[in-house]
Every structure is written in C-alpha cells, then in structure tokens.
C-alpha cells in the first residue's frame, strides 16, 4: 500500500493504519531502533511508542516524506530511551557514533534557535547533495541508521578499516562545508 493510501487511514482514525505502516515500514524502523538500542525488547517497545505517536500525531499533522518521518521519529525515541537507560554507563556502539559527529557538528545547546536549526539543517542537506550516491548511503547508514561498521562493511564487501577511513574523510568533509556556511566556528 503506498503512503497516501496509509495517511488517508490515519485520518479515517482506522487501526489498519497502524498494521500497513508495519507491514510496509515496521523492518526498516526496528532495524533502526535495535542499531541504536541493540536489545530486541527495547527496540521492540520503540518501535510500538513510535507507532502510538503516529497515530497521535495524523491528523492534523500530514508529514510530506512518510518514510524519512517515522525513521526520525524511531531514532529521536531510540536514543532517548538509549540516555534515559544508560545515565550512569556507557554504551560504546552509540556513544562512539555520536562521539564521532560531535567533532563536527555544534551541540544542541548552541542551536537552540530555529531560525539556527533551519541553516544546520539546510547546509547538512546541502553537503549530502555533493556526495555521490554510495557516499550518501554510507553515511546515512551509519549515522542515520545508526548500524555498525562492521555490518556496513560487511553488506558492501569492503574492509571495515577502509570504510572508518572513507567515514573519517566524509566527517571531515562535513565538518568543512559547515565551517564553510557558518555553522561552525
């Protein structure tokens, strides 16, 4: 069934709404979550508190890009559920991921305006456009989705020491075309 059709469920307050996005979706968002998460309840429970937004936010709300939305929304529950677990350990998947972007993005502290947020946003969306296709992937794969080197390497039949070298290359790169639009200092 195609996004339109699943929206228009939504707005009908029909429960198949629910059971479509999973049957279409549900894969991809729980992949999403066990990579941030990395236990099968909790990722699991994510997606289920994913799917309760959903149905509480359409209507009125009618996202354009169905898919990109709810992978934002699985991952923003992800990682808060990941914090609100861990305050008093560290996970070394997840924080090593997002160790790995803090060099080269500002901390959400400093982008408290949206007017801020929109620029990051668009000169994020601008340097991902310079890319090539396989480069974009990769790096949405890792730090959208959140999965791991290894499994990354792996899929793509190359060695994962490569590849954390190609990913190292694309942050600094971002890092750049940010300092670049004044994002960064």
């Not at 999965?147 to 390497?153: F, G, R, T, V």
């Not at 994962?160 to 075309?177: G, I, N, V």
């Amino acid at each position: 069934m195609d996004d339109d059709k699943i929206l228009a469920l939504y707005r009908q307050r029909n429960e198949d709404a629910i059971y479509e996005t999973d049957r279409k979706y549900g894969a991809l968002l729980r992949s999403i979550a066990r990579n941030i998460l990395g236990d099968g309840a909790e990722s699991h429970d994510c997606v289920n508190d994913t799917y309760l937004q959903v149905w509480n936010s359409i209507p009125p709300l009618l996202p354009k890009r169905f898919s990109a939305w709810l992978g934002r929304l699985v991952r923003n529950h992800a990682i808060d559920l990941w914090r609100g677990n861990r305050a008093q350990k560290r996970d070394c998947e997840l924080t090593l991921l997002l160790e790995e972007l803090d060099e080269c993005l500002p901390s959400a502290q400093s982008v408290t305006q949206e007017v801020e947020k929109r620029e990051l946003v668009e000169a994020l969306n601008a340097w991902l456009a310079t890319l090539s296709k396989e480069d974009r992937r990769l790096f949405l794969l890792r730090y959208w989705n959140g999965e791991p080197l290894k499994e990354i390497a792996q899929k793509h039949g190359v060695q994962p020491d490569k590849l954390a070298r190609k990913m190292y290359r694309l942050r600094q790169s971002l890092r750049t075309a940010l300092e670049k639009e004044g994002v960064l200092p």
